[in-house]
């Protein structure tokens, strides 16, 4: 952890140089050029702090956790722990407590539409979600409602990718028992207004869950300035392990809610009697953990702290500007999600081109982009779309790897004549 | 930018650009639904037979280059064909686009020999056999929709 050094005097520094040199995975040919890697909301490249923090545990500390009396149990039981403390600071939470792993974050909504939602919900109830949503924030709540015979209501989106907000504000009634929205959308880059949101939801009574998965590397969390109830972050998608992710939940709904999972960790005694639960965290974390991936994500949590949120949401719009700038030259792309302030990511269509054929082609120019319908099929039918092209943009991307895609696009037009 | 051009023949481009025996077949006897739910590619397969032969047969959808170039080479190539050929023919076929050794040696696979680049990318074999599978299934009387995932 070298780059971006800044002071509280100056304006921060933004050493994208010594940012690229963190991260190993950058520095490759594919099919004879330089990798232009465009597909960080599908999952982003690891920093050697991190890659170096997973290797560690695996080198020096590998032993179980919250069980052995040696040292090194106690070592890993440290760091495993300590990866709270640091996801704690990442969002800012009031207590580590708050904190629980999971395998990422659609486990994280699992885990609160079945252990929060299903025991209160009741016919008549509803979860209200946005048209937003990752197939993730969708089809729990769709199990759910079965399972309880609530109804799902979904707020719509307007011709710019933004939730409509007085239709939003129409749906919450007393029957809504759960708002779950995400707070920067995977197909789009949308930044939902998500504390009027809660504001909203609030007034009627319901919780709410935000899907953080896609915010988390892209601007800074407080999920008590958000105000929201449940937060989920997937680790990879922040620089970190694949299989990792945290929720964060308010201490009191947390304390009120069943276990989960059953297993080892998570209980305090057992007999065939009577089993009693761990106290929280550890309550919601069943069985051995992912340690070496709970390492990582602290180590993703404190890279991105380092350099700085507000730091590279700055760099990351200037180098989304300027990718909106060249594609806007170009008269057959149609960019798709166009609300202003929206985070790094760029999903367009060609006139004539079909994705799938442009994705092939711009991995032949180095350039990784992701085509497809992002998880989020009602996104797609809702601009009337099979799929989409998605550039997204990370904290190493830069302004030269915007003109190849321009490049890029450019030769893929040329290959279709279109 | 080894193998783009392998993928992408004129052949292919010009078929995707105008394909053939696009539209539907008003009097068929059988039809079928593919669908590829990670491109989002839909097609429709309609079969008009003649005892054990394909009389005719034509597609419609929207698919991506390879997807709708290989259904319209398809159409083609089983148009007046026994249901035992087809099958043949899309073993074959199937072989060639995987990459793995023909089956049938002394088959002459024409016009279907230009998707032998698709080998080369795994992640567009779905798109070159969603017609071929959609077409078995209108072949067998299947009414569930096919899906290549």
Request: hydrophobic residues 40%; proline residues 5%; charged residues 20%.
């Amino acid at each position: 952890m070298n780059a971006g050094t800044r002071t509280s005097t100056e304006t921060p520094a933004y050493d994208l140089e010594a940012v690229r040199h963190d991260f190993p995975g950058l520095h490759q040919k594919v099919h004879g050029e330089p990798l232009a890697y465009l597909d960080n909301a599908a999952t982003a490249q690891k920093p050697s702090a991190v890659i170096e923090a997973v290797r560690g545990h695996y080198e020096r500390d590998a032993a179980n956790v919250h069980r052995g009396v040696h040292t090194l149990s106690q070592r890993a039981t440290q760091a495993y722990e300590d990866a709270r403390g640091q996801i704690q600071r990442f969002v800012n939470a009031a207590e580590s407590r708050e904190i629980v792993f999971v395998r990422g974050a659609t486990e994280a909504v699992n885990l609160i539409a079945q252990s929060y939602a299903r025991p209160r919900l009741r016919p008549g109830d509803e979860v209200l979600i946005s048209w937003l949503e990752h197939h993730s924030n969708i089809v729990p709540w769709q199990m759910v409602c079965e399972q309880t015979g609530a109804a799902l209501k979904v707020a719509p989106i307007d011709d710019a990718g933004a939730v409509d907000m007085e239709v939003f504000e129409r749906l919450l009634s007393e029957r809504t028992k759960v708002v779950a929205v995400a707070h920067v959308s995977n197909a789009l880059g949308t930044v939902n207004p998500l504390a009027r949101m809660v504001e909203l939801a609030r007034g009627v009574g319901a919780v709410v869950l935000a899907d953080g998965a896609q915010a988390a590397p892209h601007l800074p969390i407080d999920v008590r300035a958000l105000g929201v109830d449940f937060y989920a972050i997937s680790g990879h998608k922040m620089y970190g392990p694949t299989g990792i992710g945290a929720l964060y939940g308010r201490a009191a709904l947390l304390e009120a809610m069943p276990p989960w999972q059953g297993g080892g960790d998570m209980i305090r005694s057992v007999s065939f009697e009577k089993t009693l639960y761990h106290e929280l965290p550890w309550k919601f974390e069943a069985g051995t953990p992912n340690i070496a991936g709970t390492i990582g994500l602290g180590a993703a949590a404190e890279y991105l702290q380092h350099l700085g949120l507000e730091a590279i949401g700055a760099h990351e719009h200037r180098v989304l500007a300027h990718a909106q700038a060249r594609l806007a030259e170009i008269p057959q792309v149609r960019e798709i999600g166009t609300v202003p302030g929206k985070a790094a990511v760029l999903s367009f269509v060609l006139d004539g081109v079909h994705p799938h054929d442009a994705g092939t082609i711009l991995d032949q120019h180095g350039i990784a982009v992701r085509t497809g319908h992002h998880c989020a099929e009602p996104v797609m039918q809702r601009f009337g779309v099979p799929a989409t092209i998605r550039a997204s943009f990370g904290l190493y991307n830069t302004v030269a790897e915007t003109d190849r895609l321009a490049a890029g696009v450019q030769a893929v037009l040329e290959v279709f004549g279109a | 930018m080894t193998g783009r051009n392998e993928l992408y023949q004129e052949m292919i481009l010009h078929h995707n650009k105008a394909p053939r025996n696009f539209g539907a077949l008003e009097d068929a006897d059988r039809k079928s639904d593919g669908h590829n739910p990670l491109c989002g590619d839909h097609l429709t397969v309609w079969l008009k037979l003649d005892g054990d032969k394909v009389a005719d047969v034509r597609f419609e959808g929207s698919g991506c280059a390879i997807s709708t170039a290989s259904a319209s080479v398809m159409t083609d190539a089983v148009k007046g064909r026994s249901t035992a050929e087809i099958e043949k023919l899309f073993r074959s076929f199937h072989a060639l686009v995987t990459g793995q050794p023909a089956p049938d040696e002394d088959l002459d696979l024409g016009k279907l020999e230009v998707f032998s680049g698709v080998s080369e990318f795994p992640a567009r074999v779905k798109c070159a056999s969603l017609a071929w599978h959609t077409l078995q299934a209108a072949l067998h009387g299947d009414a569930e929709p096919v899906s290549t995932e």
